[in-house]
T-cell receptor, first 117, second 113 residues
Framework: GPKVLQIPSHQIIDMGQMVTLNCDPV?????FYWYKQILGQQMEFLVN????????KSKLFKDQFSVERPDGSYFTLKIQPTALEDSAVYFC???????????????FGAGTRLSVL | AQSVTQPDARVTVSQGASLQLRCKYS??????LFWYVQYPRQGLQLLLK??????VVQGVNGFEAEFSKSNSSFHPRKASVHWSDSAVYFC???????????FGSGTKLTVEP
């Protein structure tokens, strides 16, 4: 089936540095999402993105976070600067459409484990 | 606000046995409900979804689930599990806009040979 690829699978970084998490979504999808999962806790919505814009974001999407998809390439999540509490697994997802009575399926990547030291 | 509760963090069953996982949701409107499964080192894969209509929905890998509005539940079941069903299962509810999913904490299923 459709695949979402996340690169790298594990990233270790010192607190205060910048990190960029990369997501290669399903090729014809137009809607993109980031979720965050702290070890042992629920997966929580961060942000969704369409046509170059953030459509909705949660309170977890701090000012230090940003997303973009330049030139239709990777969909990225940048954290600058990183904090200890940013350590988590970050999941990217994409979908073909949204809304109404036909909520389309989200396709998820395997996640990037971010360790902030 | 919407939320999902999965009361069982871990479930262990024997191969060939029947299985039911549990999920209760909280949402004031019409819920869109999902179950996703995560195999080791893989992304989440859709197992089941309910939008409307027949409360019993068929999913992949022999799973089915019944939506109950009166009980605010969406429990999947399988008649006979296989060791390959061992994975973490997540229940999720969606708001009506933008496909935002709210996940439960997951149930780790172990199928013993």
């Amino acid at each position: 089936g459709p695949k979402v690829l996340q690169i790298p699978s594990h990233q270790i970084i010192d607190m205060g540095q910048m990190v960029t998490l990369n997501c290669d979504p399903v090729s014809n999808h137009l809607y993109f999402y980031w979720y965050k999962q702290i070890l042992g806790q629920q997966m929580e919505f961060l942000v969704n993105f369409y046509n170059g814009k953030v459509m909705e974001k949660s309170k977890l999407f701090k000012d230090q976070f940003s997303v973009e998809r330049p030139d239709g390439s990777y969909f990225t999540l940048k954290i600058q600067p990183t904090a200890l509490e940013d350590s988590a697994v970050y999941f990217c997802a994409s979908s073909g459409d949204w809304g109404g009575a036909s909520q389309n399926t989200l396709y998820f990547g395997a996640g990037t484990r971010l360790s902030v030291l | 606000a919407q939320s999902v509760t999965q009361p069982d963090a871990r479930v262990t069953v024997s191969q060939g046995a029947s299985l039911q996982l549990r999920c209760k949701y909280s949402y004031s409107g019409t819920p869109y409900l999902f179950w996703y499964v995560q195999y080791p080192r893989q992304g989440l894969q859709l197992l089941l979804k309910y939008y409307s209509g027949d409360p019993v929905v068929q999913g992949v890998n022999g799973f089915e689930a019944e939506f109950s509005k009166s009980n605010s539940s969406f429990h999947p079941r399988k008649a006979s599990v296989h060791w390959s069903d061992s994975a973490v299962y997540f229940c999720a509810v969606s708001a009506t806009n933008y496909n935002v999913l709210y996940f439960g904490s997951g149930t780790k299923l172990t199928v013993e040979p």
